[in-house]
């Protein structure tokens, strides 16, 4: 079992940053690819970015691609995104997830746990 808390969250300004953590618990956390979802109010849950097990590979949303930046600490059992240049359609609540086979893809499909979320919230 992973158990995944999300915190960072916030109202900001267009044009401002905030970065999210995630923080996992267990200590098989260096398994598992990472990644970041949203969703909207009244939309569907979107990819935003993940991250392998290794931290050598990422993948992003084209949406995010040059504003966000997903990282992870092994040791702290954590992963993070950060949020530059954010804009209004960015506003969701953002959601990790942990995959098992550690490859950190797009696809909501293989990610087995899922944290609450964090909202996001930013103004025009």
């Known amino acids: 079992q992973v158990q995944l808390v999300e915190s960072g969250g916030g109202l900001v300004q267009t044009g401002g940053s905030l970065r999210l953590s995630c923080a996992a618990s267990?200590?098989?956390?260096?398994?598992?690819?990472m990644a970041w979802f949203r969703q909207a109010p009244g939309k569907e849950r979107e990819f935003v970015a993940a991250?392998?097990?290794?931290?050598?590979?990422?993948n992003y949303a084209n949406s995010v691609k040059g504003r966000f930046t997903i990282s992870r600490d092994n040791a702290k059992n954590t992963v993070y995104l950060q949020m530059n240049s954010l804009k209004p359609e960015d506003t969701a609540v953002y959601y990790c997830?942990?995959?098992?086979?550690?490859?950190?893809?797009?696809?909501?499909?293989?990610?087995?746990?899922w944290g609450q979320g964090t909202q996001v919230t930013v103004s025009s």
């Open positions: 997830a942990a995959d098992l086979y550690g490859l950190g893809v797009s696809s909501a499909a293989p990610y087995e746990y």
């Open positions: 267990g200590r098989t956390f260096s398994r598992y690819g």
């Open positions: 991250v392998s097990w290794s931290g050598g590979s990422t």
